[in-house]
């Protein structure tokens, strides 16, 4: 009888796979209450560091042509494709879903992945756009990334909700931190793996397992941070991210899971700019 | 000692493997052409027959539309717009695999540069399906309200400048939008069609979406005309398309058409001079002047214009003529001798009315179609050359004296597809673009094709865009 | 040369500002085309030796010693111990109190035709007293220097203080008289824009440089395409107007064989075929001249060379 290799799962900060800088790390079940893992248990130092890291990895990731955005995102698909049977094993075990039901949501959620690699060219023809000013200007709106984005990722179904969350904030040019769901961490750590081999530049996606209650007061008091999307936090979490994020005024919203333009638009800022049209 | 002659650089043929006869692609498959007639295709540069292709006549055009409308009731328009898309993403990461063969089978069949076919055409190609791709289940964000629907069958007729290139501006929005489609590639460059079936097939394509039916004009207009297609979309001469709009009276048939120019390349004063020598000569030299958008005629503020003649003359004596398939080519063959026969006619008429003509010395090859880069100055407004589209490597130069003059001239013509605009004030470009009548206008740059920017003419140059979301509307139309 | 300026600041200033502008897209576009020319076979063999005829080999460490560059001029004159067909460099390329001992090996080496080039004026930086930058000049040329290349004071061109940076090289370039030729460093990473490289240009051959240079090699980025495409059109376009043929020497980031074709071809097709001569074109490298040596190698024996056959130095 053959003995599986069991797999650590560690953080992903900066394209590198480091544990918790605390040293911590915290255990997790299966939906049967039976071991499954221990992850990270991530720290504010954690937290901090990839911040650093996915503000360096901003400029670059938004000066990329949004084409060469989508041919990235596009080649997350084919990766995360290609690991569907880890995928659909990590949920059976964590969600307790029958092997049909986790097939359905892996292939959902790689499908979501590929809609939002197709907005990266698209985005600024439904959200731009030539404002006809009465005078003798030429005024254009266009939409841009925001800068710095954290996801606390909303629980069941983790994977298609973890999909929802990502793919849009960084299909703009924005680089993100992804605070996993406390409960259901491992979808986010193996997509961590599939970003690191899909031509993803470090520090344009970065992964933290831990406490949601703890991630929540650092996250939401981080300056260097520019917008959140609290989606799987509870009403009392998001009051709390709200009152501390007010202090650099984060761009905080909250989506149901549908997938849709506005998760993407909703981390952008819009820049109208007139010139005179004249001899 | 100084010598810096380039040794010859060719590009290896040997990627690509030419059968010595093709069929028609139709339903999903090569079949043998019920005409039971081919026809050959020649390397422009050489002469040399490449291949046999099949010939379609109205029998084989009705199986290719059978097949078009079967898949399209059947399987395409029942598919889930993802799944569509899906097809489109496979297509486009194959052609990227496969770019070099494509380039050096573009480059053989038409005669362009190897280092256009790799750097340009082939990239934009795969590119617009990749972008296409992304759209097929976004069509409610088309501008065609919310819920759009398909034509139907497409009937596609593309010209033989930018094969792969027209290609895939034709095919990535009709499937993308849930039509299927009949495409007639070029009767001088089938090659690179005929590969792309290939790639359908290695794509796993359900059969009769796309079908290919090599032909002539009389095939084209069996296309046309035939009452299975909904919709048109025709690339080419302003004369065949306004007989295509003509013969399309009275039909339900929607069309959009992509026609002739003769775009003004405008160069005020204040121009940065030695990038707009750079504008003017991709302008009418790129793909040999065999381009509808080409900037054909140039239009320089006269107080500047002895300078600016000296570094075009300069400039134009460092093109290199000869060999498409040398790395270092930068003006290939001419893709047929009628196309030759043509330019010669009008530029000929240039002399005989008055201009002044200029070449660089050139050493043309004894083989294949050739024509050096060529100006004419001293032009005016009522010589041929520039009234006429060429479509070769012939320069005409005008002047102005003030912008409302440039303006007059420049909108003083019957087509409207492109315009170029040289000057470092960026309110003069804009006062420039807010008064050309041109669908695309080129600010101090030229001959720039992305996906997202649409593409298309005012006047006789044609009906409709393509490329970016306007692009889309010609595929489409509201839902309930 | 006179005609084109009256001596004043107010009439520099005027022929700066008249210049044509640069497209900065246009001009990358361009500089990229010519980057993807194929040189091959024997035009290939005929620009590596011509290469490395152009070098100004270069060592500019603060630690420097007499060993070390008396090694630099050991391969500068024989770069390839085995291979007695290569050619010698074009200069070595010192500072200013290691002339003596470059000149002294070199003469010693075989290598009498081969200039030693100083840089000066307070050489990277240019922040030093005209003094202090007047004395380093003679200093170099004193020991033996036949080049000098000197740096501009980026600050006062930054600042619009034009006058003064055409009078300092007017003034170094009197020092220079007949024994020296003087290479202008335009330091184009610090100017950063392609109107700004063009106008420092323009400024530095009307100052009477000899040469003008991209960089010092100790701030990237240094030598790119673009930079020196406009520095050849500049040259061209002097020419017409002037009938002198000023030189071009890129230095900084051209560290293959590869790199250095690409700035043959940039001369060749912008500036013309007259500048393919190391009187009028010079590469300040180091790391480069083994690069051409190994491709050297790999076209004569046909297969690719190991770094253990060239020498380190």
Redesign the interface.
């Known amino acids: 009888m053959r003995i599986d290799v069991m797999k650590t799962y560690k953080l992903f900060i900066n394209g590198q796979f480091p544990r918790s800088e605390s040293g911590r790390v915290y255990e997790i079940t299966d939906s049967k209450g039976k071991f499954l893992a221990n992850p990270a248990h991530g720290s504010r130092k954690d937290l901090r560091d990839s911040v650093v890291a996915a503000r360096a990895a901003q400029p670059a990731w938004s000066k990329a042509t949004a084409y060469n955005r989508g041919q990235i995102l596009y080649r997350v698909a084919e990766i995360m494709e290609g690991r569907s049977e880890q995928f659909i094993a990590e949920l059976i075990a964590q969600e307790g879903l029958n092997p049909s039901a986790a097939k359905k949501q892996v292939e959902q959620a790689i499908d979501t992945w590929v809609w939002y690699a197709g907005w990266t060219d698209k985005i600024s023809a439904i959200s731009g756009s030539t404002n006809p000013v009465a005078g003798p200007y030429y005024n254009f709106t266009i939409p841009e990334a925001l800068g710095v984005v954290a996801v606390f990722a909303d629980g069941k179904p983790s994977l298609l909700n973890l999909v929802n969350g990502l793919a849009p904030v960084i299909a703009s040019g924005n680089s993100a931190i992804l605070l996993a769901h406390e409960k259901y961490p491992l979808s986010a750590i193996t997509l961590s793996e599939v970003l690191a081999t899909s031509d993803l530049p470090a520090g344009v996606i970065n992964i933290i397992t831990g406490k949601t209650a703890e991630l929540v007061s650092w996250t939401g008091s981080h300056m260097d941070i520019d917008g959140i999307d609290a989606s799987g936090l509870s009403s009392k979490q998001l009051r709390e991210v709200k009152e501390l994020g007010s202090e650099n005024l984060k761009r905080i919203h909250s989506f149901d899971s549908k997938r849709s333009p506005l998760r993407i638009t909703s981390f952008m800022e819009s820049k109208t700019v007139w010139h005179p049209v004249g001899i | ?9 060719p590009e290896s043929t040997a990627i690509v493997d030419i059968k010595s006869e093709y069929g028609l692609f139709i339903n999903g498959k090569f079949v043998a052409p019920k005409s039971g007639k081919r026809f050959e295709t020649i390397n422009p540069a050489t002469q040399e027959v490449l291949a046999k292709v099949a010939y379609a006549n109205e029998s084989d055009v009705n199986l290719a539309v059978s097949a078009a409308r079967n898949a399209f009731t059947k399987t395409w328009s029942k598919m889930p717009a ?1 799944e569509r ?2 097809y489109l ?1 496979r297509i486009a990461r194959i052609l990227q695999e496969r770019a070099r063969e494509f380039a050096v089978l573009e480059t053989l069949d038409n005669g362009k540069p190897i ?1 256009e076919s790799r ?1 340009t055409d082939i990239p934009l190609a795969a ?1 617009h399906f ?2 296409h ?6 069509l409610e ?1 088309a501008g065609v309200g919310n819920n759009p629907k398909p034509y139907g069958v497409a009937g596609q007729i593309i010209p033989w400048n930018f094969p792969m290139l027209m290609l895939a501006w034709k095919i990535a929005p009709a499937l993308a939008t849930g039509n299927t489609v009949v495409l007639k590639p070029a009767e001088t460059t089938p090659l690179t069609a005929l590969l792309f079936a290939e790639v359908c097939q290695q794509a796993d394509l359900p059969a009769g979406v796309v079908n290919i039916v090599t032909g002539d004009g009389t095939t084209g207009s069996f296309i046309v005309n035939h009452p299975g297609i909904d919709k048109i979309a025709f690339t080419g001469s302003t004369g065949v398309g306004k007989a295509i709009a003509k013969a399309v009276a009275g039909t339900k048939k929607s069309v959009t058409l992509e026609l002739g120019g003769k775009a003004a390349n405008i160069v005020y004063e ?6 707009a020598v ?2 003017i000569v991709n302008g009418i030299f790129f793909n040999q002047g065999h381009v509808c958008c080409a900037g054909s005629r140039l239009l320089v503020q006269e107080n500047i214009q002895d300078e600016l003649i000296e570094k075009l003359k300069r400039r134009m004596s ?1 093109i290199r003529v000869g060999n498409p398939l040398d ?2 080519t930068d003006l290939g063959a001419i893709n047929s001798a009628s196309q030759l026969a043509r330019i010669k006619e009008i530029a000929d008429s240039g002399d005989l009315e008055g201009a002044q003509r200029w070449s660089p010395a050139c050493n043309l090859p004894t083989k294949g179609f050739w024509y050096p880069p060529t100006i004419f100055t001293g032009v005016s407004q009522s010589h041929r050359v520039a009234k006429e589209e060429i479509f070769g490597p012939v320069l005409s130069v005008l002047t102005f004296r003030t ?1 409302a003059e440039a303006i007059e001239k420049a909108n003083n013509t019957q087509y409207g597809l492109s315009a170029g605009v040289w000057t ?5 470009i ?2 420039t673009a ?1 008064r050309l009548r041109a669908g695309v206008i080129w600010a ?2 030229f001959n720039k094709f992305d ?2 920017s649409p593409f298309g003419g005012y006047k006789e140059s044609g009906w409709g865009r393509e490329g ?2 306007h692009g889309l509307a010609g595929y489409l139309k509201a839902g309930n | 040369m006179t005609n084109l300026i009256d001596g004043s600041e107010v009439s520099l200033r005027k022929f700066l500002s008249n210049l044509p502008p640069v497209d900065q897209i246009g001009a990358e576009s361009r500089a990229a085309t010519l980057a993807t020319r194929s040189i091959k076979n024997e035009s290939k063999n005929w620009a590596i030796d011509l290469a490395i005829r152009m070098v100004d080999l270069t060592t500019l460490e603060g630690a420097d010693t007499p060993g070390k560059v008396k090694a630099l001029a050991a391969k500068a004159v024989r770069p390839d111990p085995t291979d007695p067909s290569v050619p010698s460099v074009g200069a070595i390329c010192v500072y200013n109190d290691m002339v003596k001992v470059a000149r002294t090996a070199l003469d010693e080496n075989g290598g009498k035709n081969i200039p030693v080039a100083a840089v000066a004026t307070a050489f990277p930086s240019g922040r030093a007293s005209m003094e202090v930058k007047i004395q380093d000049t003679k200093d170099a040329i004193a020991n033996g220097a036949s080049e000098i290349d000197m740096v501009i004071d980026r600050g006062a061109f930054l600042s619009g203080h034009l006058g003064e940076v055409f009078d300092e090289i007017r003034t170094i370039k009197d020092l220079c008289g007949e024994k020296a030729h003087l290479k202008v460093i335009l330091e184009t990473g610090e100017l950063v824009t392609l109107d700004n490289v063009r106008k420092a240009s323009y400024l530095a051959m009307l100052a009477g440089g000899d040469f003008i240079k991209t960089s010092t090699g100790k701030v990237a980025p240094a030598a790119t395409a673009p930079v020196v495409y406009v520095m050849l059109e500049a040259v061209r376009d002097f020419y017409a107007l002037t009938g002198t043929k000023i030189g071009v020497k890129p230095a900084g980031g051209i560290r293959t064989t590869k790199d250095a074709i690409k700035q043959l071809v940039l001369v060749n097709e912008v500036a013309g075929p007259q500048w393919l001569d190391p009187s009028l074109f010079r590469i300040g490298a180091s790391a480069l001249l083994n690069d051409l040596l190994m491709q050297r190698m790999k076209m004569r024996d046909g297969y690719y060379p190991s770094p253990n056959y060239v020498t380190l130095d």
Do not use: C, V
């Open positions: 000692m100084n010598n810096f002659e380039y040794a010859p650089a993802a898309g899906k993403f280092r750097d590119a990749f972008y791709a992304g759209w097929a289940d976004k964000h204040d121009a940065p001079i030695d990038e750079e504008g460092l790395k270092n912008p470092d004030k960026g309110s003069k804009l006062w807010q101090n740059t996906p997202t970016g979301r």
